[in-house]
């Protein structure tokens, strides 16, 4: 008897304590003063999510709700408490003044147990920095130069297999974003894993349907997710994964078989696996810094490979639908991308090399504004390593360990920063506005230290694509365009919910 009272003391004990420190938790931000939104239980401020409530419709909501309270609102992630930042000033600091105390993204990661997760985007502390040191020399302006005819083959492709679509009916209707992804995965598919996809002529090739599923699909469910982001440490010790099993085996098996393909057969095709496989292989001197720079693992090959899959395939092939779409409400902008096109491609006798891409600067333009009215990626995260307190706002905080959420899709919206923010005007991005606005209004590829590493690839990917797709055919809004667009709410990223029907002719 004695015995259960006092197992029933302790387990009333350890409940009032969890009670009393999850209220604590809830009350953190108001207990401080600082403004901030209630909170849900168990969900925080990030209730309804991917239900009723898209991730990018969360910022953009606590972003209007709050900008000009202070630098930071508060925000509950999930069990914890975190800083919803507002303040440009703040911004500079964290991705780049302060960057030092703030290198990390604070995501789940576990490279023993989900080998795919030890990818860059991923990848914290030393980690982190020595695989960025390893990588950054395969993404340099020469790089590319050796990628570019690789890209382009690909994308006259797209443009054959669009001809043909456009012939069968004469003023077709086509869905721009599926065409877009199919062009991005097989792009991604030869340079990242140097596989011959073919999702252009077959949209259900096996590629391009366990690429698609690797983005939207998860082991595990929302309140777990929730768990391992919060708890990322004890996510870890416990062996949890974020990555399907299934699709994890298909991805570690392409990169084995390609990489054993290419070193027993000695081929090279100057392409980013070569990259990879070089970095497995080849003797590697100290960095810059002076760290000694280990030889990539065959996981690491994969897992960059992976993360390269996943940020160059989704956020490419969003952005040139977003553009598409745009030109194709906007005709007079796209007559006068079409005019820099062939001004450009006759200057250099009809062949699309890569300097004649380089001076095509209002497709650039195009491409940028379409990054800031549809940031593909919405939100960039941080994590503090120690205690950092405002400069000039004593009141405000930044505890260690606490999640930093910079909402850059709503910053890129904001009429204080770009006027009109609602309306595509790539002008926004002429070299004279530009250079009135301070470098962190414009987080498209990120800022600092842990930029998009590979931004001139992206760049180039898309306006390689925009590029052929006018030169040879015109763009134009019918019946079946939805106007305006409705996004999912499911993804971290924007995409729309129903495709981009547009009317496609021919030149």
Known sequence: MELS????????????????SLYKSRSYWQSLGIPCEEPHLIFGNLKGVQLTRGFWEIWEDYYRRFKGTG???GFYWFFKPAVFVLDPELIKNILIKDFQNFPDRGFFHNEQDDPLSGQLFLLEGVKWKQMRQKLSPTFTSGKMKFMFPTVTQVAKEMIGVLGNLVDEKEGSVVE?????????????????FGIECSSLKDPNAEFRVMGSRSLVEHKHNRLIIGFMISCCEL???????????????????????????????????????????????KKLIKSEHGDELTNLTLEEIAAQAFVFFNAGFETSSTTLGFALYELAKHPEIQDKARKEVMEKLEKYQGELSYE?????????????????????????NRVAL???????????????????????????????????PQE?????????????????????????????????????????????????????????????LTYGKVSYLIGTDKGVYLKVEKV
């Not at 006092?6 to 009393?20: A, E, R």
């Not at 004649?356 to 960039?380: A, D």
Request: charged share 25%; with cysteine; net charge positive.
């Open 356 to 380: 004649c891409m380089k001076e095509m600067t209002y497709l650039e333009q195009i491409l940028m504004e379409t990054l800031r009215l549809y940031t593909v990626l919405p939100v960039l």
């Open 424 to 484: 595509f005007n790539p002008d926004n991005f002429s070299p004279e506005k530009v250079a009135t606005r301070d470098s962190v209004l414009f987080l498209g590829f990120g800022e600092g230290p842990r930029n998009c590493i590979g931004l001139r690839f992206g760049k180039m990917e898309a306006t390689i694509g925009l590029a052929l797709l006018l030169q040879h055919f015109k763009f134009s809004v019918c019946e079946k365009t939805q106007i305006p």
């Open 5 to 20: 009272l006092i197992l029933l003391t302790i387990l009333t004990g350890l409940i009032g304590y969890f009670i009393h």
């Open 235 to 281: 996510a870890r010790k416990l062996h949890m994964k974020q990555t399907p099993d299934d699709i994890e085996e298909f991805f570690m098996r392409i990169v084995r078989e390609t990489v054993e393909y290419r070193e027993k057969n000695n081929i090279r095709r100057n392409d980013f696996m070569d990259m990879l496989i070089d970095l497995k292989n």
């Open 176 to 192: 721009i974003k599926e065409l877009m992804a199919r062009f991005t995965t097989d792009v991604i598919g030869t340079c990242a």
């Open 71 to 73: 630098p930071f609102a």
């Open 386 to 420: 120690e205690n950092y307190v405002v400069p000039q706002n004593p009141k405000y905080v930044i505890k260690k360990g606490m999640q930093i959420i910079i909402p850059s899709g709503a910053i890129h919206r904001d009429e204080r920063y770009y006027p009109k």
